[in-house]
């Protein structure tokens, strides 16, 4: 069964520092997304992507944040400059057409930053 | 802006019937969506609702939506302890699927 895979699974780093989280989506989706929870809260939207670029995004995304899909398989999201407060669990997540409604979600990349 | 309210925790006695209730505020959601999450896993989708239903069924999951109250529930049938879980209720506006807090079910033996 098609599933959407993120690397790695876990990351410590430093304040300060930057991060790439990667996500491939299932294959001949179009729609992808970047969604956080922090430990015991609720799962927060970051972006959504779509042909190559930013379709929506939320107030948590700001500058300090970045997606990417270089090569056609990939989208990674990159933070710069970690602050303590970045530490959460990062799903991607992607769908195929719009009128599906189903959008599957990634097994998330722990970011911790100490 | 949208919002997704549900309640935090309910417990139920393996064997009877689960019902995770959900509000939601944007009245053009097109879906209507129920994730489940164990420990330190991801989002598995369990089922969706297309806006202009009012039910659907899948084996022991029902899900049924009040439009006009904007109300969401989700039935679990014959609970089992692999049901123990946080249920996130979700609604699709626009380009984004905005989540609630989660129902964290709790099975009794």
């Known amino acids: 069964e098609p599933e959407v895979t993120q690397t790695p699974s876990h990351q410590v780093t430093q304040m300060g520092q930057e991060v790439i989280l990667r996500c491939v989506p299932i294959s001949n989706h179009l729609y992808f997304y970047w969604y956080r929870q922090i430990l015991g809260q609720k799962v927060e939207f970051l972006v959504s992507f779509y042909n190559n670029e930013i379709s929506e995004k939320s107030e948590i995304f700001d500058d300090q944040f970045s997606v990417e899909r270089p090569d056609g398989s990939n989208f990674t999201l990159k933070i710069r400059s970690t602050k303590l407060e970045d530490s959460a669990m990062y799903f991607c997540?992607?769908?195929?057409?719009?009128?599906?409604?189903?959008?599957?979600f990634g097994e998330g990349s722990r970011l911790t930053v100490l | 802006g949208e919002d997704v309210e549900q309640s935090l925790f309910l417990s139920v006695r393996e064997g009877d019937s689960s019902v995770i209730n959900c509000t939601y505020t944007d009245s053009s959601s097109t879906y209507l969506y129920w994730y489940k999450q164990e420990p330190g896993a991801g989002l598995q989708l369990l089922t969706y609702i297309f806006s202009n239903m009012d039910m659907k069924q899948d084996q022991r999951l029902t899900v049924l939506l009040n439009k006009k109250d904007k109300h969401l529930s989700l039935r679990i049938a014959d609970t089992q302890t692999g049901d123990s879980a946080i249920y996130f209720c979700?609604?699709?506006?626009?380009?984004?699927?905005?989540f609630g807090k989660g129902t964290r079910l709790h099975i009794l033996p």
């Open positions: 997540a992607s769908m195929g057409q719009a009128n599906t409604g189903e959008l599957f």
């Open positions: 979700a609604e699709r506006s626009d380009d984004k699927i905005i």
